[in-house]
C-alpha cells in the first residue's frame, strides 16, 4: 500500500488545510517519509457529520451484515500484517515481531465483536408481556433493547499503535455497538494508522455500508482534539493517554451544552504484594519474573508492574537480588517518542528527589531516545509518606518497597489510588492476610491476579481493563473484552408496541432466536 498523507473522510482521502507533519524514527532519530495531513475544524465537521449522517442505516444493520463487515476488517489487518508490523516498527523503535503478534491479535478482537454481534447478547432484550388483568393496575407489554449511542469519537493510543490505535478494540467494540467512528490518530504512528484507516475504509465499501462509518482525522496541537469533543453530533468519547489529557477532555466534554460520556483510560501503576510465605518459597522467581514482565514495551504500557511490594523478612533478599540481577541485564530500548522519553528521565529524577534510592540499572543507552532500565527501592513509610512515590512512572522504571509488617502493607494498600490492575503473590499459609488485603484491593481496581502477572491481557468476555479514578474516568466499564461494547450502548423501551412495527429483537416470534429475559426468565423462544 503507497502512503497518501491523506486524511480519511468517509470515502474521500483528504489532502492537508493545516499544515503536515512527518513521521519520526526515534530509534535513529530521522524523520521518514511521507508528508502526512493535517486537518482542522472544518475537517472535524465533515467526518462528523458524515458520521451521524450513517448512524440511521448502520446501527440497524442485522447481526450478519455487521458481523461480515468486522470479519472482513480482521481479514484485510491480516492481509496488510507485514507492512503494518514494519511500519509500526519503524515509527516506534519497538521490534516487528512484536507488531505482528499485534496485528493478529487485533484481527481476533474483530472476530470476537463479530461473535458478539451474532449472539446478539449485548443487546440484553428484556420483555414483560402484558398482564391486562393485573389489580390494581393492568400492564402494558414493555420490551427493552440496548441501541447504539452515534458517533464515537476515539483517541488512538501512542503506545500500542494497532491493538489501541486506529483498528483497536475502541473502534472495534464501537462499530460492533452499531456506531460510526471517528478517530483522532495519533501523530507518533501516522503511517501505521493510515494502514489501518484505508483497510477499515475499504471494507466500509466493500459491505456497501453509508461512508461515514468511519473517518481518520489529524491535526496538530489539541484544536483538533477539543473540536471532536466539542462537536454537537459526537455521541461518546474514549481516550488512551495521560491523566492530565483525558482529564482535559473530560471535563470539556461535561461543559459541553449537551454533556457526552468520556471513557479515558489513564494511569496505573499496577501493584503487586507478595504476602510472606510467598516470599519465603518463591522470593527469586517472583522478582525476576515481575521485572521480565515490566520490560515489556520498554515498560510503556498501561498493565506494567511498576511497584513491587514485600515485607523485609525470609526471601526479601532473594527477591531483591533477583530484581536487580534482571535489570542488569534488560537493554536499554529505544522510547516510542522524544516527548515520552524526556518525560521518563524528568520523573526517574523525580523519584530520586523524593528519595528513592537507585539499586540496579541496566546497560548505559547508546542512542538519544533509548530508555535505561532502572530499580529503584524505598520504604513502606518513604511510600506512605510522598504520593509522588505511588504516581506512574511511564518508562522501564521499577520501584521496590521494603515493608515492615502485613499492618503496613495493608496501609500502604489502602493509600494507592484506583489501579487497572493489582497482583497478590500467596502461599495456603497466607490465605488469612489475602482476605483482609483482597477486600482493600476490590475497591480500588479492576482486575486481580493472584500468583501470576498481569501482562498479557485477555480479550475475552470475562476481561475487566478498567478500574476506579485515575486508572479510568468511569469505573463501571471496561475498555478490554467483549464488555467493552457496553460503552457505546443505551436502552431504549418499546410500551404497547405492535408487532410489526418493533425492531427484529423484540418480535414475538423471535426472528434472530437470541436469548431473552421474558417476564424475569431466560429464554430463546
Ligand atoms: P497524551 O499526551 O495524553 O495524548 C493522547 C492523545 O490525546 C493525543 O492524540 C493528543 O493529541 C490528545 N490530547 C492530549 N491532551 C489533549 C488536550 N488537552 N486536548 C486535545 N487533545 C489532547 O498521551 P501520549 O501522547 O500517548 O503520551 C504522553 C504520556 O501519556 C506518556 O508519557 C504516559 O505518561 C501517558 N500514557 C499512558 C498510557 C497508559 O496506558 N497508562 C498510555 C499512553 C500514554 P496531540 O498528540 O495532537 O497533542
Redesign the pocket.
Known amino acids: 500500500m503507497t502512503l497518501t498523507g491523506n486524511l480519511l473522510i468517509g470515502r474521500a482521502g483528504v489532502p492537508a488545510t493545516a499544515g503536515t507533519m512527518k513521521a519520526f524514527n526515534p530509534a535513529v532519530g530521522e524523520l521518514i517519509e511521507p508528508e502526512f495531513a493535517f486537518g482542522g475544524a472544518a475537517e472535524v465537521d465533515r467526518a462528523v457529520r458524515l458520521a451521524d449522517e450513517a448512524v440511521d442505516s448502520y446501527s440497524h444493520t442485522g447481526p450478519a451484515e455487521r458481523a461480515a463487515f468486522l470479519d472482513l476488517i480482521a481479514d484485510k489487518l491480516e492481509a496488510v500484517k507485514d507492512e503494518l508490523a514494519a511500519r509500526a516498527s519503524l515509527e516506534t523503535g519497538l521490534p516487528i515481531a512484536q507488531f505482528e503478534g499485534e496485528v493478529v491479535r487485533t484481527a481476533g478482537v474483530f472476530r470476537k465483536f463479530a461473535t458478539v454481534v451474532r449472539q446478539g447478547r449485548f443487546l440484553q432484550v428484556a420483555i414483560d408481556t402484558a398482564q391486562p388483568d393485573r389489580q390494581p393496575t393492568p400492564r402494558m407489554d414493555h420490551r427493552l433493547q440496548k441501541v447504539a449511542l452515534g458517533p464515537v469519537v476515539v483517541?488512538?493510543?501512542?503506545?500500542f499503535p494497532i491493538s489501541y490505535s486506529v483498528a483497536g478494540g475502541d473502534t472495534a467494540s464501537a462499530l460492533a455497538a452499531g456506531c460510526p467512528v471517528v478517530i483522532?490518530a495519533?501523530?507518533?504512528h501516522p503511517g501505521a494508522s493510515e494502514i489501518q484507516g484505508r483497510v477499515i475504509q475499504e471494507a466500509v465499501a466493500e459491505v456497501g455500508l453509508h461512508e461515514g462509518v468511519f473517518s481518520l482525522v489529524r491535526?496538530?496541537?489539541?484544536e483538533?482534539?477539543?473540536a471532536l469533543?466539542d462537536h454537537p453530533l459526537v455521541r461518546a468519547v474514549t481516550?488512551?493517554?495521560?491523566e492530565?489529557?483525558?482529564m482535559?477532555?473530560y471535563h470539556?466534554a461535561q461543559q459541553r451544552p449537551e454533556p457526552i460520556p468520556v471513557f479515558t483510560?489513564?494511569?496505573?501503576v499496577n501493584p503487586t504484594f507478595v504476602l510472606p510465605a510467598a516470599l519465603a518459597a518463591r522470593g527469586a522467581e517472583i522478582g525476576g519474573g515481575l521485572v521480565q514482565r515490566a520490560m515489556y514495551n520498554a515498560g510503556?504500557?498501561?498493565l506494567k508492574p511498576a511497584i513491587l511490594l514485600a515485607l523485609d523478612g525470609p526471601g526479601f533478599q532473594e527477591l531483591r537480588d533477583a530484581a536487580i540481577a534482571e535489570v542488569e541485564k534488560a537493554a536499554a530500548r529505544t522510547m516510542l517518542?522524544p516527548?515520552?522519553h524526556d518525560?521518563y528521565v524528568r520523573n526517574a529524577q523525580r523519584m530520586e528527589n523524593g528519595g528513592a534510592t537507585l539499586i540496579g540499572a541496566g546497560p548505559v543507552p547508546a542512542r538519544a531516545w533509548d530508555g535505561q532500565s532502572l530499580l529503584y527501592e524505598v520504604t513502606g513509610e518513604q511510600l506512605l509518606a510522598d504520593p509522588v512515590l505511588r504516581k506512574?512512572v511511564?518508562s522501564p522504571a521499577i520501584l521496590l518497597v521494603r515493608l515492615t509488617g502485613m499492618d503496613q502493607l495493608l496501609e500502604v494498600a489502602r493509600a494507592f489510588r484506583g489501579q487497572l490492575s493489582a497482583t497478590l503473590h500467596a502461599e495456603a499459609a497466607d490465605h488469612a492476610a489475602a482476605e483482609q488485603l483482597l477486600s482493600i484491593l476490590e475497591r480500588r481496581t479492576g482486575r486481580i491476579v493472584f500468583n501470576a502477572f498481569s501482562i498479557p491481557q485477555e480479550v475475552s468476555y470475562a476481561s475487566t481493563h478498567g478500574g476506579p479514578f485515575p486508572a479510568t474516568s468511569d469505573s463501571r466499564f471496561t475498555s478490554v473484552g467483549m464488555g467493552a461494547i457496553e460503552r457505546f450502548i443505551r436502552p431504549v423501551t418499546y410500551q404497547n408496541f405492535p408487532d410489526d412495527l418493533l425492531p427484529q429483537p423484540l418480535r414475538e416470534a423471535n426472528p434472530l432466536h437470541l436469548w431473552r429475559l421474558v417476564d424475569g426468565e431466560l429464554s430463546q423462544h
Do not use: D, P, W, Y
Open positions: 483517541f488512538g493510543a501512542s503506545n483522532k495519533h501523530n507518533a491535526g496538530a496541537g489539541n483538533i482534539g477539543e469533543v481516550f488512551t493517554g495521560s492530565g489529557g483525558g482535559a477532555l470539556r483510560e489513564m494511569t496505573s510503556q504500557a498501561c517518542t516527548g515520552i518525560s506512574e511511564f
